[in-house]
């Protein structure tokens, strides 16, 4: 119950992925670790936009954290993360 494997595609950027959650009790709460893998395969136009659009919208690192807010939201809890 404290893991969560999750792989995720689309056909229509070729991209696919697989990320992995592990919650392990922190104190009163408990602790997140999101570990994941995206790949974009290079083909015609769409992957290069696609890639540029991820880098004008903050990366990977800010899709993550609206991510985790989200997960907390649906929770009732705030998240905190480590720096």
Do not use: K, Q
Request: one cysteine or more.
């Amino acid at each position: 119950p404290g893991r969560m494997v999750r792989e995720m595609s689309s056909g229509s950027i070729n991209m696919g992925g697989r990320w992995e959650y592990e919650l392990e009790p922190a104190g009163e709460g408990c602790r997140l670790t999101i570990a994941g893998r995206t790949d974009i395969e290079s083909d015609g136009l769409v992957a290069p936009i696609f890639r540029v659009m991820m880098i004008l919208g903050g990366g990977v690192d800010a899709g993550l954290n609206i991510h985790i807010d989200m997960l907390a939201e649906s929770l009732g809890t705030e998240a905190r993360r480590a720096d």
